[in-house]
């Protein structure tokens, strides 16, 4: 079974915003079965991630942090359903 989506944020961060509508709009799917992680939440996230949210990874692999690539998004979770 493959491990759902993990989305890395901070509340109030533009570039997450931008992303998460990017993944609404192109993989929705994919988007509605993240596990959404705020990272000033837990110690460990704040040290791996806070410099540098929004963070998505997909199991042990980061598939992009700081803005969209949606080249390799495309890569993890297939053609977009709707073109940006």
Do not use: K
Not at 19 to 39: C, I, N, T, Y
């Amino acid at each position: 079974m493959t491990e759902n989506p993990v989305f890395y944020y901070r509340n109030g961060c533009h570039l997450c915003e931008e992303l998460a509508a990017v993944l609404f709009r192109g993989w929705p799917a994919q988007a509605s079965a993240m596990e959404w992680r705020d990272v000033d939440t837990d110690a460990q996230w704040q040290r791996l991630y806070g410099n540098r949210v929004p963070v998505l990874c997909q199991g042990e692999a980061v598939v992009c942090d700081l803005q969209p690539d949606l080249e390799r998004i495309s890569q993890y979770f297939g053609e977009m359903a709707n073109p940006l």
